[in-house]
């Protein structure tokens, strides 16, 4: 059974977010890039346990970036990834990044395509659920529970207010998040073995773009917090009463 | 030519974010100069033409049990047939569960442009602009949709509807059902309580309560104010509450009328997830905390001193004594 996980830089979860160029980029001077932490902390290693767990025979890594993406790929090796492919591209746009890797799923014939739950930085969590529709496959999303019984996986996902449990038979695209494996630490070992794992970097294919970032925004700066002293906590829930009028 | 609504239904009853839908839906057909229409698949309880006060003139229905649980498959044909069928031009989802897991695919196939977590109506002056939200609630992003069709899923508690006393016509829609392939097992919900989503107040403690034993202090308050509990990572890591109530960036991002945060130091990661509340307080014994800069209201006190006052104020000022 071959997996294959798709893996998305983005900036470390304390980087300060400005932006340039008129407001129409993101200002990466100076930002740490890490792999997209759903990416990574569950989609990534649950596929390693199925791998070690003997119900897996191969990981495979897909990215859509530029060669700037390479540190993240070799983390991601160094993790437990077998090999890794990179498509030579830099876009925002989901459906065309969900339509290069879809190509290159179509070709590995993979039984199983992992992603996170949704980058940090775009916030999309659409390139599970395109990556299905392009390959015509089912789609659990926000899957916090996976295991393999035969050739079908049981599939535990969130919904509104709890979590259901469905059984759908392979190959099928899932989007993972927390519960479905604890967050991982490289070894050296791990490491020193990803400098050799196979990264091949493919030219894109020619595909649409449906949408494109005009600009972007900050919100507006809080007015400041408004202290309430310890002895008079009545205050605080007349202000929230009367005044926030939340209460 | 129209707007289409994709209503949500849990148990039979149509979601809360789901009328914001249509509300927000509902503005941008008005704004271009086309109807409202949505479309709701299996059985609701729901009066359907109540709609019509949020502006949707009419409601298509596919009343079948089998579209009680979603498949994002067999969802997908339906809506896409719907849409074509009544020619629309925009489609809105709610950007929860259920939209996350439809509207890619429709996407998909119906090549059109999709904007998901959108927080703001359409900048329709030239092109089609939509605000959403990135980089987890620090930014905006104003996103073009270049394609004929477009497609927009609305953050939760993001716009707010008016209604009118118009009433929708509801019509049911000739369709096929074609098979889910994921079969749904077991279903486990938790009863009675507001799913954290659709809190409008949450209630949320972190390490500083010291442990589970002490939790009554989130969850007597939490009950008073008709509130959903929400925790900060660790203290679902460390089991004191359960995962489903870890906010922040690698947990749920809720954005409720009012988010009271006690023993929670504001970490950036925390306030990824609850930046978008409209007003914040935090009750830390720290007045470094980080937490303070991101809130509204603050107590720096002991919550183990003040909690037991606050929740007399709450009581008092509700008149249960
Ligand atoms: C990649 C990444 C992702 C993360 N994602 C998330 C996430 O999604 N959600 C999240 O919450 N965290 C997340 N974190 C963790 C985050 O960085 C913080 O460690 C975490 O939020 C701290 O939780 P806390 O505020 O409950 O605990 P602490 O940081 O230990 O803070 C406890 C607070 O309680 C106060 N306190 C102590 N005693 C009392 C008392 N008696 N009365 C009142 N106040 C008291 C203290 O002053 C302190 O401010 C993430 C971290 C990383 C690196």
């Known amino acids: ?247 | 030519m129209s707007v289409l609504i994709f209503l949500d239904q849990a148990d039979n009853n149509i979601k809360k974010s789901s009328f914001e839908a249509a509300g927000y839906g509902a503005a941008i057909a008005k704004q271009i100069g086309v109807a409202a229409e949505a479309i709701v698949l299996g059985t609701v309880n729901d009066d359907l033409t109540t709609l019509g006060q949020y502006g949707v003139t009419k409601v298509h229905t596919v009343k079948n049990d089998a579209l009680n649980n979603v498949d994002a498959q067999v969802f997908t044909k339906i809506i896409a047939d719907a849409a074509t069928a009544i020619g629309a031009t925009v489609i809105v989802f709610s950007n929860n569960f259920n939209g996350k897991a439809i509207a890619p695919r429709l996407s998909v196939r119906l090549k059109a442009g999709l904007v998901s977590g959108a927080v703001a109506l359409p900048d329709t002056t030239s092109g089609f602009i939509v605000k959403k939200n990135v980089f987890s609630g620090k930014a905006f992003a104003n996103v073009s949709i270049n394609t004929a069709i477009k497609i927009i899923s609305l953050n939760p508690n993001s716009f707010s509807v008016a209604t009118t006393s118009a009433m929708a016509e509801v019509i049911e829609f000739a369709t096929t059902i074609t098979d889910a392939k994921v079969k749904v097992t077991s279903t486990d919900k938790v009863v009675g309580e507001v799913p954290l989503s659709e809190a409008e107040i949450v209630v949320s403690g972190g390490r500083g309560l010291k442990g589970p034993e002490n939790w009554g202090l989130v969850t007597e308050l939490a009950k008073l104010l008709g509130a959903t509990t929400a925790c900060s990572r660790p203290v679902a890591d460390i089991g004191w509450r359960p995962h489903h109530e870890h906010v922040g960036q690698t947990g749920l991002a809720i954005a409720p009328n009012l988010y009271f945060a006690i023993g929670i130091s504001g970490a950036i990661q925390h306030l990824a997830g609850v930046n978008r509340s409209k007003t914040i307080v935090v009750i830390n014994k720290d007045s470094e905390a980080p937490f303070f800069k991101a809130a509204d209201y603050g107590i720096v006190g002991d919550a183990f001193e003040v909690m037991p006052k606050i929740i007399d104020a709450v009581k008092k000022m509700k008149g249960i004594s």
């Not at chain 1, 408004?226 to 605080?236: G, H, M, Q």
Request: charged fraction near 25%.
């Open chain 1, 1 to 247: 059974m071959k997996i294959l996980v798709c893996i998305s830089k983005t900036p470390d979860t304390t980087a300060k977010i400005a932006f340039a160029d008129n407001n129409t980029k993101f200002a990466a001077d100076g930002v740490q890039w890490i792999i997209n932490p759903y990416d990574e902390w569950y989609a990534l290693v649950r596929a390693i346990e199925l791998k070690e767990a003997d119900a897996a025979t191969a990981i495979h890594l897909v990215t859509v970036g530029l060669a700037d993406t390479d540190p993240i790929i070799r983390k991601a090796l160094a993790l437990g990834g077998d090999e890794a492919i990179r498509i030579n591209a830099d876009s925002h746009d989901s459906y065309y990044i969900a339509s290069q890797i879809a190509s290159i799923a179509k070709e590995g014939n993979y039984d199983l395509v992992f992603t996170g739950k949704e980058t940090i930085d775009y916030n999309g969590s659409s390139i599970g659920g395109m990556v299905a529709e392009l390959l015509d496959l089912p789609y659990v999303s926000l899957a916090t529970k996976f295991t393999l019984e035969g050739t079908n996986a049981i599939i535990i996902r969130e919904i509104e207010g709890g979590e259901e449990t469905c059984k759908v038979q392979l190959p099928v695209v899932v989007s993972c998040q927390k519960g479905m494996a604890e967050q991982r630490i490289p070894n050296m070992k791990g490491i020193m073995g990803a400098r050799s794992k196979p990264l091949k970097v493919v030219e894109p294919a020619a595909m649409d773009t449906f949408t494109s970032i005009a600009s972007f925004d900050l919100p507006p700066a809080k007015a400041g917090v408004k202290l309430v002293s310890a002895d008079n906590p009545e205050e605080l829930v007349r202000l929230l009463h009367e005044e926030a009028k939340v209460i």
